[in-house]
């Protein structure tokens, strides 16, 4: 069972009308290449990160999941079909153009099924329902059905992560205290060159969002939190977690763990799309310098072997502390 709460239908309808807003041009350009690189097995587009966010330019490379309904059917390649199901997603490279201006494509392949236990309590580490909590915009589905899925399993994701950040929370919160620091629990989870302003830059983008569904989210969970007071002139809503002696272990133990499982998946990450992403390599080092302002320098040598790149340029940046 992937649904561990009842998820009410204002939850849903914010949901979806944040899904299924107008496409830009730019996407709708990346949405029939990807149809004619892929032309079985799609059943959706989900449009998501920064481009979604502050728009897509030349300097910007947009993030799509492709949804798929299994992966031996979409794949040709027995390795790329074991290789998403044991380490989902597999990532890949695509750039088009329109009207002289070229648009860049970071896809990453996840099946439905794989997505709805991704973005559910039963998915341990924070990788998927770190980044489906956040909104995002459905350019292409294959029916109404999978509409209805995806909002089900973006929701799934609000609900895992609030949950998993309120025993993390002093007993007197905010909505914008509760997001900024699971963002930050969730960025320290993985290996990200982020900067210390990552987290809060998101809540700006999307604020009118956050505190629009936050609160009938924590109605629901009746085990993590209770009561809101409402705001004073000027002030925010405040929310109170439940005490218990349980808090601390549910806060500290998962998250500790997850901190570790998290940086050794990365590093496994960052392997495999040196074998599925073409200029892998080149996207990985152009982004940390953008995020963050440290450039590395690699040789013809390490440009020839993407795994070997991959790997020995994590170790570079954890040493600099580029990234963490």
Wanted: glycine share 4%; net charge positive; aromatic share 12%.
């Amino acid at each position: 069972m992937v649904e561990s709460y009842k998820i009410p239908s204002i939850v849903l309808n914010i949901v979806r009308s944040q899904l299924t807003r107008p496409i830009p041009l730019e996407l709708k350009i990346l949405e029939a290449e990807l149809l004619k690189r892929h032309p079985k097995g799609i059943l959706g587009l989900l449009f998501y990160g920064s481009c979604l966010r502050f728009g897509c330019n030349t300097d910007s490379i947009a993030d799509l999941y492709v949804i798929v309904n299994d992966y031996r059917s979409f794949y040709d390649s027995l390795f790329l079909s074991l290789g998403n199901l044991l380490l989902p997603p597999n990532v890949f490279y695509l750039e088009t153009s329109l009207e002289e201006k070229t648009i860049r494509l970071k896809y990453a392949v996840i099946s439905l099924d794989q997505l709805k236990k991704a973005t559910s309590p039963q998915w341990f580490h924070s990788y998927f329902w770190a980044r489906c909590c956040q909104p995002m915009q459905l350019i292409y589905y294959k029916d109404d059905k999978v509409v209805e899925e995806v909002t089900r399993c973006l929701c799934r994701a609000i609900y895992t992560f609030v949950s998993r950040v309120i025993p993390c929370m002093d007993m007197g919160f905010s909505v914008h205290e509760l997001w900024i620091r699971g963002f930050k629990l969730t960025y320290a989870a993985e290996i990200r060159p982020e900067n210390k302003d990552r987290a809060e830059s998101i809540w700006q983008a999307n604020k009118s969002y956050f505190e629009r569904i936050t609160p009938y989210v924590l109605d629901n969970i009746k085990e993590a939190a209770k009561n809101w007071q409402a705001p004073g002139r000027g002030h925010e809503s405040r929310f109170r977690a439940k005490r218990s002696c349980r808090r601390f272990l549910l806060c500290t133990v998962p998250w500790s763990t997850r901190i570790i499982v998290g940086k050794f998946l990365s590093v496994l990450r960052l392997i495999k799309a040196g074998l599925t992403f073409r200029g892998g390599v080149e996207y990985a080092l152009w982004k940390i310098e953008r995020h963050t302002g440290t450039r590395i320098e690699l040789g013809s040598f390490l440009r020839r072997h993407p795994v070997l790149a991959m790997f020995l340029t994590s170790w570079k940046l954890l040493i600099k502390k580029a990234i963490k």
